[in-house]
């Protein structure tokens, strides 16, 4: 990308107090304590907020449809086997409409990082509810509550087959940081998610700011899980 379009995509749309800057700093962070190449790197994303992270990395990036990130990466790995792919998803795009995409990829282990940027809602089409969204948590659909069960995102990824599952918050920044680098490191599908806060669409609508919600995920995340506390950590590598 020459640098006067790169700057013209600037300042990003990102909300102030969204997760998803973080999440992409701690990814850069990686690479380059790894010391890739902007060139052996290529970044995949689908739709929705976190998926317009493609439009600011300067690597080879490809902005798919909604869902099917994980299938055009898939194309993109067994053409290039010596690029390192990474599937930049949010929960909606992962989950729902990609859910699909998500456990086939696991059970065929493909050598690819999948991060999952798990803000609980729709952010971007108006905060509808998600297959994430916590049981009682208000959306536009739910406006009395959630009344489903979320998915556990690591459990199901999992459950298929993927070889290298983490999941940590925009709070476990240098957790995170090294889970990128051992992915890039791991030989199979490496899946991460970040619970991440969407203070606009989530926070607005269940009355929590930002701060609020990173001192949530501080406070309401352990290793060992139990109750309502998130569980954090490498659960397989
Ligand atoms: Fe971030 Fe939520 Fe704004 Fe989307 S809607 S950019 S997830 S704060």
Redesign the pocket.
């Known amino acids: 990308m020459r640098i006067r379009d790169y700057f013209r995509r600037l300042p990003h749309?990102?909300?102030?107090?969204?997760?998803?800057g973080t999440i992409i700093n701690a990814m850069l962070r990686a690479i380059d304590e790894v010391g890739l190449k902007k060139d052996e790197i290529v970044a995949v994303s689908g739709i929705?907020?976190?998926g317009?992270a493609t439009g600011y990395l300067d690597f080879y990036t490809l902005h798919t449809t909604h869902g099917r990130a994980l299938a055009f990466a898939t194309g993109i790995k067994l053409m290039k086997p010596e690029m390192k792919v990474f599937v930049l998803m949010?929960d909606g795009d992962a989950a729902a409409i990609g859910g699909n995409h998500l456990i086939h990829a696991a059970r065929r282990d493909i050598d690819l990082i999948a991060i999952v940027?798990n803000?609980s809602?729709y952010?971007?089409t108006g905060?509808q509810v998600s297959p994430t969204t916590p049981e009682m948590a208000k959306t536009t659909t739910t406006p009395e509550g959630c009344k489903e069960r979320p998915f556990d995102l690591c459990e199901l990824v999992l459950a298929a087959g993927g070889s290298y599952v983490a999941r940590w918050t925009t709070y476990h920044v240098r957790q995170l940081q090294n889970s990128i680098k051992e992915a890039l490191e791991h030989p199979g599908f490496s899946f991460i998610e970040v619970f991440?806060?969407?203070?606009?669409?989530?926070?607005r609508r269940n009355k929590k700011d930002?701060i609020q919600m990173l001192r949530e995920f501080k406070e309401k995340s352990s290793l060992e899980g139990g109750g309502d506390k998130i569980k954090i950590g490498v659960f397989r590598r």
């Not at 990102?14 to 997760?19: Q, S, T, V």
């Not at 991440?196 to 926070?203: L, N």
């Open positions: 749309i990102w909300c102030p107090g969204c997760g998803n929705g907020c976190f317009r949010g940027a803000n809602i952010g971007m905060g991440s806060q969407c203070p606009v669409q989530f926070g930002h």
